[in-house]
């Protein structure tokens, strides 16, 4: 009876803030980060900073999560360290190569849904992020 409609979204928006084409869900986001190919490039000097150091921020960032018993139970579950210290390697410096499109966002969400299916929720992805630019970056 009372049924809310389903939004469909468009998949480019016609004025973009942003040179990034993405549907409209995903151009606010865009916009408020004030993200762009021009500043993504002006950040290169952290995929630079990220690759000199990165077997030192890899080993720091899995020793931390391991020291918590709940994210040890999971990564010995699901995988192990070497393989995710692979998998994020190999994340994080497509977040500098990737083109920043419809398909990125689908791969980024793709990643969030596997990580939401083992029990880490996106405010423990967030704190991550935080814990590695603490750390190093």
Known sequence: MFVKPKKHYQYSAEQLESDISVNERFQMKLDFLALS???RASVQHLRDLYEAHSEEILDTFYSHLL??????EIIEKHSNVDRLKRTFDGYF???????????????????????????VLPDWMI??????DCRKI
Do not use: P
């Open 67 to 72: 020291s918590y018993d709940k994210f040890r």
């Open 37 to 39: 190919s021009t500043n």
């Open 93 to 119: 410096k497509s977040l500098f190569e990737a083109k920043l499109d419809l398909q990125y966002i689908f791969a980024r969400r793709k990643i969030a849904y596997a990580h939401t299916k083992i029990g």
């Open 127 to 132: 704190s991550a992020y935080y814990s590695i």
